[in-house]
């Protein structure tokens, strides 16, 4: 749970901001000065304090091992690569923190707002106006949820494949829908 939260979570949560930003590489993401403390505070308040103790092993030493790796320029990790089958990796890696933390009380802004970065991804361009590629393998259905999330953000939470209760949470759903709302009215630095 460790690993699976806090790298791939991490690394989840990075990729859509980044690249509607334009950013290549994760290293650069997490040297990005909105990207990179986002991601920290994210992993810190909303990532960690949903992993049960893990013997021997204190978690947020765990975390900054991580936030060196993905640091690492020799490892060329590519924001593509990590952008790719959201529908896939986002119920994996970040909706069950959601539903962690939801249980437990806790705040969920920030997964709320990667769960809205993947939202305006999936609209097709980034922030520069550049095509996203159209290399997710259900890209056709993300791309029509996020064009009605534009006036109904429930659209893109009721992909129950991928969000199940946590998309019909009314906590979830309010982030979900200020989060949104702010990335596509004052665009994704303003909203990081």
Same mark, same amino acid.
């Given at each position: 749970?460790? !690993?699976?939260r806090?790298?791939?979570?991490?690394?989840?949560?990075?990729s859509? *901001?980044a690249? +509607?930003?334009?950013?290549?590489?994760?290293h650069?993401a997490?040297?990005?000065e @909105?990207?990179?403390?986002?991601?920290?505070? +994210?992993e810190r $308040?909303?990532?960690?304090p949903?992993?049960?103790?893990v013997p021997d092993?204190v978690?947020e030493?765990y975390? $900054?091992?991580?936030?060196?790796?993905?640091?690492?320029?020799?490892?060329?990790d590519t924001?593509? /690569?990590n952008?790719?089958d959201?529908?896939? /990796? =986002?119920? %994996?890696?970040?909706?069950?923190?959601a539903?962690?933390g939801?249980k %437990?009380g806790c %705040?969920v &802004?920030?997964?709320?707002m990667?769960?809205?970065?993947?939202? /305006?991804y999936?609209q097709?361009?980034t922030?520069?106006g550049d095509p996203? *590629?159209? %290399?997710d393998? =259900?890209?056709?259905r993300l791309?029509?949820k996020a064009?009605?999330?534009?006036t &109904?953000?429930?659209?893109? +939470?009721?992909?129950?494949?991928v969000y199940? &209760?946590?998309? !019909?949470?009314?906590?979830? =759903?309010a982030a979900f829908?200020?989060?949104?709302?702010?990335i596509?009215?004052?665009g994704v630095?303003?909203a @990081?």
């Amino acid at each position: 749970l460790m !690993k699976i939260r806090i790298l791939n979570g991490g690394h989840a949560s990075l990729s859509y *901001p980044a690249a +509607l930003l334009g950013v290549q590489y994760v290293h650069e993401a997490v040297q990005h000065e @909105l990207i990179g403390p986002f991601l920290d505070a +994210l992993e810190r $308040t909303e990532i960690i304090p949903t992993i049960p103790p893990v013997p021997d092993t204190v978690l947020e030493e765990y975390w $900054t091992l991580i936030q060196g790796r993905f640091s690492n320029p020799t490892i060329q990790d590519t924001i593509a /690569r990590n952008a790719f089958d959201g529908a896939s /990796r =986002q119920p %994996k890696f970040i909706v069950p923190v959601a539903e962690d933390g939801l249980k %437990k009380g806790c %705040k969920v &802004d920030g997964l709320a707002m990667v769960s809205a970065m993947w939202c /305006r991804y999936c609209q097709g361009n980034t922030e520069a106006g550049d095509p996203v *590629p159209a %290399k997710d393998p =259900q890209w056709d259905r993300l791309q029509a949820k996020a064009e009605e999330a534009k006036t &109904d953000p429930n659209a893109w +939470l009721n992909m129950s494949d991928v969000y199940g &209760d946590v998309g !019909k949470n009314p906590v979830f =759903q309010a982030a979900f829908a200020n989060a949104l709302t702010t990335i596509n009215t004052k665009g994704v630095e303003e909203a @990081l």
